[in-house]
């Protein structure tokens, strides 16, 4: 019988809190006999990807750091497909907005989603996103699903 090679997969996390990490986290070990698993949480400034099937991103591009759009760009380069993973990433995140009548921290005000850097080819959406979401997704993609996947597909604004 024929081995189905696993898929690649990065999970690179910007600015977020920890919930979609955890989710992720929480997910893996039904998808562990699927793929690969790579994790890019601490970065030094040298971002040097390979190649990969699927990018994962957490967390919301902050537009006042050159760095983090120079690396969103290469991850774009380097994974075949970008998947913005919850409510941050997605849509530039819940750290955007005050809460609770407050005013975001000044170094909050300019999160943006990361479609606003790069194109991106499916959205999970949540605060966090479940794992099992991230399960179907995965087991969606995997399939070929395509009339499944058009749930998490993004579509040109
Ligand atoms: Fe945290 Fe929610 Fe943003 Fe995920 S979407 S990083 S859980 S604030």
């Given amino acids: 019988m024929m081995l189905m090679e696993k898929l690649k997969v990065l999970h690179v996390d910007f600015a977020g809190c920890e919930g ?4 992720i986290i929480r997910a893996y ?19 040097q990807y390979g190649e990969y099937d ?9 537009m006042n750091e050159p760095r983090i759009l120079e690396e969103l760009k ?3 380069e380097k994974a075949r497909v970008v998947v913005a993973f919850g409510s941050c990433a997605s849509l530039g995140g819940i750290l955007r907005f005050a809460r609770g009548g407050q005013e975001p ?42 009339s499944r996947l058009r749930l998490f597909k993004v579509t040109a604004g």
């Fill in 29 to 47: 070990p039904k998808l562990m006999n699927e793929i690969d698993l790579d994790i890019s949480y601490l970065r030094d400034g040298s971002c």
């Fill in 105 to 146: 921290r000044p170094d909050h005000r300019n999160f943006q989603p990361i479609n606003s850097v790069i194109p991106v080819d499916y959205s999970i959406p949540g605060c966090p996103p479940t794992p099992q979401m991230l399960q179907s997704f995965f087991k969606f993609f995997m399939a070929g699903n395509e």
């Fill in 74 to 76: 290469e991850i774009r």
């Fill in 54 to 62: 699927v990018a994962l991103i957490t967390g919301g591009a902050c």
């Fill in 20 to 23: 979609c990490n955890v989710s």
